[in-house]
């Protein structure tokens, strides 16, 4: 079956026609009005954001957060990295740990690799088969809506990087002393698997749910990735036409509930 | 619509022709063989048990974990009682606080009300819509399938006692001074909406899962109730087909994955 992303046919770099100048002033832009929103979002406590930030080793995850949210009050943002599940992780289904950091109202939570995984590195190394990655698709597909009844936005970004890219990056890691702590041994093994990652990426791209789309990041250009992810949560933040409430609801001392 | 369970149709009481006293020996082999079970579950680590216990207060909860649970390895069984959200809970989605006590794998879960309180108390008293509660549920049944994809057998248990013994009970919690910790003003509120909470769980049962139904509990007699569940609990261990590992599970260092 024809896939409807196709990565290969999709540039990793920013249109020809735009200029690194003005979009990185956009960018700056584009980041003090996040810092402003994110305030009202907090003050609020209505909505979160959920940011899912997958891709290649290399292809800038660590960057894109630094990047873009550097300018936005620490007590409202929380990171989240995804690594090797611990036994505890491992001894619960797939969801356990990531529903764990699901973002309180009025924060915004940020997933460096996420639930994704498991049905990516999962697949690229055969350790579960096409039935078992189907169900998990669907068990994503409706914990995601679940996080979408609660107010919480979802916007998720795949960081595209060419080969070529990547292959000078991963070298970089390897040279540059400031730049070393980031390499691991598995990072070449896993470059050797690029076709198959593409392969599910597209796969998962496929088979989620429409509502909560994908964002595909041309990322060679640290400048043009961060700027396309930085617009996207812009908007996402002012879709939800937030608005300082007139008390504060987070000295309240009615009692809670769902 | 015609439901499919009608509460008002259900005895709250033993069968006539059963025997407290051979039902009372009964259960306490079934006790001996979970317990038996349990050990087996928990060195194996492959499986989990989820045991979910609602029914109107004063209809036994607690007693039953107690009565049925006591002879088991504290170690592999973990109780929680689900009371009214705290802040940081009702922060987040509904099923966030539930998702954090899912069994790991080899452990007995019991939940002394659950994630269906969600889509009871809150439609009696009218804090969530229809339309919010028909959502519910879907997330509801959607969770359960993802802990049953992880090889979590889920058993929920309705305790079913009449309106003339929960009123003996209540008024039991007021003279016994050893009862009297349990007795809340807010026992007599809800006790006045009982027939309410019968719609609303007649509902939830009509609309759950066929695959995870719930068990009715006749539970006006403490040793019925107790011998009802011990059996359930049995069965659903013994239809895990469990074996002793050939090694420990535990003290592998292995690297671990979903």
Known sequence: MEKSVQLSRISTRAPDALQKKSVKKETRKLKKAIARLQNILYAEGRHSLLVVLQGMDASGKDGAIRHVFNRVNPQGVKVVSFKVPTPEEAAHDFLWRIHAHAPARGMIQIFNRSHYEDVLITRVHGWIDDATARRRMQHINHFEQLLLDHQTTILKFYLHISREEQDKRLEERLKNPEKRWKYSPSDLQEARKWHDYLH??????????????????????????????????????????????????LKSSKPTSH
């Open 200 to 249: 599910y990426y597209e796969e998962v791209f496929d088979t989620c749910s429409p509502d909560i789309p994908w964002t595909i990041v041309p990322a060679d250009q640290n400048w043009y990735k961060a700027y396309v992810i930085a617009d996207a949560v812009h908007r996402a933040l002012a879709d939800m036409h937030l608005r300082y409430p007139r008390r504060s609801h």
